[in-house]
């Protein structure tokens, strides 16, 4: 489950881990409210940042919600030092209109919040992120000179620049891993003494939120030495969300696909892509190997949907309506390969979809596994017009000839 950044921070503040401090508003009416609160802290430069799960904020444009033609404003983050005139209209022209960056897509996002922030005065932009290395079975944090920069970028043009450090997940983060991190950002003295800390406190955030990705980018090292983060992203396992009740209402669903959405409710592991050909299949390996197969085959998937398991009848049919729900979808391939699930269930659920709903375009079949000859007839017995195929490759080649026709 992805965060946004002022909730990210709202978490990291629990830990201890020094954050930009800022107040979330939705309104522009809470705009002077959310200034004086922070001047009673002390505050007196000031940062509008909109709020979407999609980075490149600052670079992004911002379109006007009514007519996209129209563009409102350069960049979805912006530094007004005690210009509050200036942020209020920034605030009140962006707020509720779209922003595009290179991560959001050509659609953009919505934004219906935003993030009225501290200004900082700072020497040095730094980059900080911990994750899971699935290859080493251990947590990896990474950080680099280059804050400010993705680190997708920095690592195919200047891999060097990126300091990695594994640690043991039964012993935690130790002092002298946190040191070598240190050492590697070229920090020394009092900004050395509180990067340890600060790394100390946000790898204990990470363990105990049970995040699957936290990114700083850029962590700054201010005029006065002190490390905080400038940005943070968090996002939280969502197989571990039952350990955390508090954080059920930091989703926002306006950030989601509501597809997604949909097939969450039926237990469905739906990801929406960008092709025409919809994919039904049982596991998270065979749906890999099966759009694979797709686009070796010329196809482009429109979709990742594991049915699961335990798929019945309905769950088939609940499948294919929210592939059909995408109008880029020209064609069906159904892979099941019949373990825990049984091809019967499936072929019930094929013709319950087909009686049920409007599908009007070809629909190729494969199915291997428990009762695969009971399934075979049963869609035989419905003259259901199916497209039969027998291996994975067969079912590929089929779907995209059936789109050529």
């Known amino acids: 489950m992805k965060i946004h950044e002022y909730q990210a921070k709202a978490i990291l503040k629990k830990y201890g881990v020094a954050v930009q401090d800022g107040i979330a508003i939705n309104s522009i009416d809470e705009f002077d ?11 007196t430069q000031f940062v509008v940042k909109s709020q979407i799960h999609a980075g490149g ?13 129209e563009v409102v404003a350069q960049g979805g983050v912006k530094f007004f030092g005690s210009n509050l005139e200036g942020a209020k209209e920034y605030a009140a022209k962006i707020l509720g209109n779209i922003l595009v960056t290179h991560q959001s897509g050509a659609e953009g996002k ?9 200004g900082l ?22 950080a680099s000179t280059e804050g400010g920069v993705e680190i997708e970028k920095v690592a195919a043009e200047t891999p060097e620049k990126i300091i990695k450090v594994w640690v043991e997940p039964s012993i935690g983060l130790q002092n002298f891993q946190a040191r070598e991190l240190g050492f590697g950002l070229n920090l020394e003295g009092n900004a050395l003494k509180d990067f340890t800390k600060f790394i ?53 669903l306006n950030e ?12 469905l592991n739906y990801i929406k ?49 929210i592939i059909l729900t995408d109008p880029n979808v020209k064609a069906i391939l159904i892979n099941i390969f019949g373990g825990i699930v049984r091809c019967d269930r499936v072929a019930n659920g094929i013709v319950q979809a ?34 039969p195929a027998d291996t994975l490759q067969d079912a590929a080649d089929k779907v995209t000839q059936a789109l050529a026709q």
């Open 354 to 387: 087909s009686g049920n709903l409007n599908i009007n375009i070809p629909v190729v079949v494969r199915l291997q596994g428990t009762n695969a000859e009971e399934a075979r007839q049963i869609l035989k017995d419905s003259g259901l017009n199916l497209i």
């Open 57 to 69: 904020r600052g670079k992004g444009i911002v379109y006007n919600k009514a007519d996209r033609s």
């Open 200 to 252: 100390m406190a946000l790898y204990t955030a990470y363990t105990e939120s049970d995040a699957s990705l936290l990114e700083i980018n850029p962590l700054v090292m201010t005029n006065d030495d002190r490390i905080l983060a400038l940005d943070a992203k968090v996002t939280i396992d969502d197989n571990a969300l039952f350990r955390h009740k508090d954080f059920e209402s930091l989703r926002d």
């Open 121 to 142: 005065d700072y020497k040095k932009e730094l980059y900080l992120g911990i994750l899971l290395d699935r290859t080493n079975s251990k947590n990896v944090i990474m």
């Open 110 to 118: 919505e934004i219906r919040t935003l993030f009225i922030a501290e």
């Open 256 to 267: 989601e696909d509501p597809l997604e959405i949909e097939a969450s409710k039926y237990n």
């Open 33 to 43: 409210n959310a200034v004086n609160s922070l001047k009673e802290k002390g505050v």
């Open 273 to 321: 892509l960008d092709g025409n050909v919809g994919c039904m299949v049982n596991g998270a390996g065979l749906a890999m190997g099966t759009m694979d197969l797709i686009k070796l085959a010329g196809g482009e998937p429109a979709n990742f949907l594991d049915v699961g398991g335990t798929a019945s009848a309905e769950t088939v049919e609940n499948g294919f309506r």
